[in-house]
């Protein structure tokens, strides 16, 4: 049975297989989804975070779209409709393909400002990552910062405080930019990831306690370390992201009522941990500096969580939400 309290954390990320899965070990569930898109065998991010958050096949780059760019209803909207609180974490831009295909819809990756426009144009509850200018340094000459506060959301940013600084007020929705461009890798500093995804998920979980809530973290930087063939990239990503899986899956555990999925957009590199290695030191390979056309785990815990065994379309991840949920077809 679902709990009329669950709620849905999808955690998604560029890259999968780094030597070090420790959390992941404890999913019970796993699948496979066949990631390619609608114009090409190997898929971008873009493609295919919409597939994950609209159900459909789209052309790479498409931003909540379907292929002849009209716009597809994310899996975010809907359970804004259904009056479950909503909220976005990435480690790149907040306006990066992969958060952007939950809460717009553009015809290309690369509309940035469009992207950010959308933030306005949704009561999502929470969004932290980086991106700060697509927000206040625009074109257009808008603050949208400035507008959100006017429409009651609390609105502070690195300059102002850390994350864990942050004071949740859960009358409030929340918008926390972590850099004025991308943040820095974990290796470099960045460890926000991990304190965010806990401070969300019980924001999220106080500002609708008894409809549940769904709240998409992405660890993006894993996929960069694949396009720059780094396995010290990669691996000290996915660590930084194995760690913030651990931390909401203990919530899971004591919670009862929630649903965790974990997934990638792609795979990155062509990633192999060749002869030599071992548990302590990998001695890595990669095939290309793109994405590849393998296909992608899916694990799951929780409620709903056997709907995600097997083999199938990336597309099937959002169906599978749905039903999770208890969403019936509008």
Request: no cysteine; aromatic share 10%; net charge negative.
């Amino acid at each position: 049975m679902i709990g009329d309290g669950m709620g849905i954390t999808q955690i998604t990320a560029g890259m999968y297989s780094n030597g070090n899965r420790l959390y992941l070990e404890e999913f019970p569930i796993v699948g496979l989804h066949k990631p390619y898109s609608s114009s090409n065998l190997i898929t971008d991010s873009a493609a295919g975070a919409t597939a994950f958050a609209s159900g459909v096949k789209t052309y790479n780059g498409a931003i909540g779209v379907s292929p002849d760019t009209s716009a597809a209803r994310t899996i975010l909207e809907e359970a804004e409709e259904q009056g479950l609180a909503t909220g976005l974490l990435a480690t790149s831009t907040i306006v990066h393909a992969t958060p952007a295909a939950f809460i717009a819809h553009t015809s290309s990756r690369n509309n940035m400002e469009d992207i950010a426009k959308s933030f306005l144009e949704t009561e999502i509850d929470l969004f932290i990552g980086g991106g700060k200018k697509y927000f206040t340094e625009r074109k257009d000459g808008r603050n949208l910062l400035e507008e959100l506060k006017q429409k009651g959301y609390y609105v502070s940013d690195y300059s102002e405080e850390g994350v864990t600084e942050l004071v949740m007020d859960y009358s409030k929705n929340l918008a926390y930019l972590t850099d004025r461009t991308d943040p820095k890798p974990q290796s470099k500093g960045r460890d926000f990831l991990r304190p965010a995804a806990m401070a969300a998920t019980y924001f999220l979980d106080n500002r609708s306690p008894d409809k549940g809530f769904f709240l998409m973290i992405e660890g993006a930087q894993i996929d960069w370390g694949g396009h720059a063939n780094s396995s010290n990239y990669i691996i000290s990503e996915m660590i930084d992201f194995d760690e913030t899986i651990g931390a909401v899956l203990d919530f899971a555990k004591e919670d009862g009522e929630t649903l965790i999925i974990v997934t990638a957009d792609h795979e990155t590199g062509g990633f192999a941990i060749n002869p030599g290695s071992t548990m302590e030191k990998i001695k890595p390979g990669f095939t290309t500096d793109y994405h590849t056309g393998t296909l992608i785990p899916v694990f799951a815990y929780g409620p709903g969580s056997s709907l995600f065994s097997g083999i199938y379309e990336n597309t099937a991840i959002y169906q599978k939400m749905k039903t999770a949920f208890g969403f019936t077809d509008q």
